[in-house]
């Protein structure tokens, strides 16, 4: 069985300030690891994936996350937070490519000026 | 990106009928396509995989007589609320995957039934 279990549903930051959105994973094989942002009433946008590789994952708008094993973690980041970052974003697990995802619950970025 | 579309985007119906939200992959063959529903301020949760000739597969949980799921070309799936309720009401997600590769979201689907 897989999971994924993000800490903090509401994070706060200043605009410029360091973004940072937690992820843990549970997995009994070698994960594929997912960031999506939602925008409100629209689908999912894949922000980036790690699948096997490099461990460092650069993304779209800025963002990246590194996968630690040993941490069991795949956490978002972003050096400066623009307003239009805020959205909902969610952490997402798989078995493998083209499988159905396991979603976590979701965090919700505010942005303030 | 390969594209999926879903139709319509949004809908309202009242207690007891039917509706049908289509999710259509623009660019490619899905052989498989999944089925999520977000309730408000949630995350989303499968209710079911689709694969292109066959019946779907349900989630634990998620009614296959309630929920029918048809799969016919590889270019469609369809999701049909049947005998809908107020507690139905939610956010459904498509999306859509060829082979073994990535799957591709669709913009989702609100209903809401009164």
């Known amino acids: 069985a897989q999971s994924v279990t993000q800490l903090g549903s509401h994070v706060s930051v200043s605009e410029g300030a360091l973004v940072l959105l937690r992820c843990n994973y549970s997995s009994s094989v070698p994960p594929y690891l997912f960031w999506y942002v939602q925008y409100p009433n629209q689908g999912l946008q894949l922000l980036l994936k790690?699948?096997?590789?490099?461990?460092l994952v650069k993304g779209i708008n800025g963002f990246e996350a590194e996968f630690k094993k040993s941490e069991t973690s795949f956490h978002l980041t972003k050096p400066s937070a623009h307003m239009s970052d805020a959205a909902e974003y969610f952490c997402a697990v798989s078995e493998g490519s083209g499988y159905a995802l396991n979603f976590g619950k979701g965090t919700s970025l505010l942005v303030t000026p | 990106g390969a594209v999926v579309s879903q139709h319509p985007s949004r809908v309202i119906c009242k207690s007891g009928t039917s509706v049908k939200i289509e999710c259509r992959s623009l660019d490619f063959q899905a052989t498989t396509m999944f089925w999520y529903r977000q309730f408000p301020k949630q995350s989303l949760m499968l209710m079911a995989t689709s694969n292109e000739g066959s019946k779907a597969t349900y989630e634990q949980g998620v009614e296959k007589d309630k929920f029918l799921i048809n799969h016919a070309s590889l270019t469609l799936s369809t999701l049909t609320v049947t005998s809908a309720h107020p507690e139905d009401s939610s956010f459904y997600i498509c999306?859509?995957?060829?082979?073994?590769?990535?799957?591709?979201f669709g913009p989702g689907t609100r209903l809401t039934v009164l």
């Open positions: 999306s859509a995957r060829q082979g073994n590769n990535e799957q591709f």
């Open positions: 790690y699948t096997t590789g490099a461990t």
